[in-house]
């Protein structure tokens, strides 16, 4: 089992900048990529960004490309997303996932899924 708790969300103002992070703990041995994603209110959930655990090979949703940066501290056993340049539409509840497997935009490859932090961006 692997454990997710994400922190770092809040309110910005459209243009401001947060970092979410997402500390695991457990057996994050077995993790092979760690990957964000995102739900809206009354829409389904979307990819932002993941990142594999060994290399740091990265990738986005065009959407955030540019904007977002996914790192991860495998010392710390935690990821972060920088989020920079936010628009109203980043608003939503961001998750962070680990996949034991593979570096992937599809949710159903990730096993563990942490409880989720809210972002919301004022226009």
């Known amino acids: 089992q692997v454990q997710l708790v994400e922190s770092g969300g809040g309110l910005v103002q459209a243009g401001g900048s947060l970092r979410l992070s997402c500390a695991a703990s457990g057996r994050t041995f077995s993790s092979y990529a760690m990957g964000w994603f995102r739900q809206a209110p009354g829409k389904e959930r979307e990819f932002v960004a993941a990142?594999?655990?060994?290399?740091?090979?990265?990738l986005y949703a065009d959407s955030v490309k540019g904007r977002f940066a996914i790192s991860r501290d495998n010392a710390k056993n935690t990821g972060y997303l920088q989020m920079n340049s936010l628009k109203p539409e980043d608003t939503a509840v961001y998750y962070c996932?680990?996949?034991?497997?593979?570096?992937?935009?599809?949710?159903?490859?990730?096993?563990?899924w942490g409880q989720g932090t809210q972002v919301t961006v004022s226009s």
């Open positions: 996932a680990t996949s034991r497997t593979i570096l992937s935009r599809s949710a159903t490859t990730y096993d563990y």
């Open positions: 990142i594999r655990w060994s290399g740091g090979i990265t």
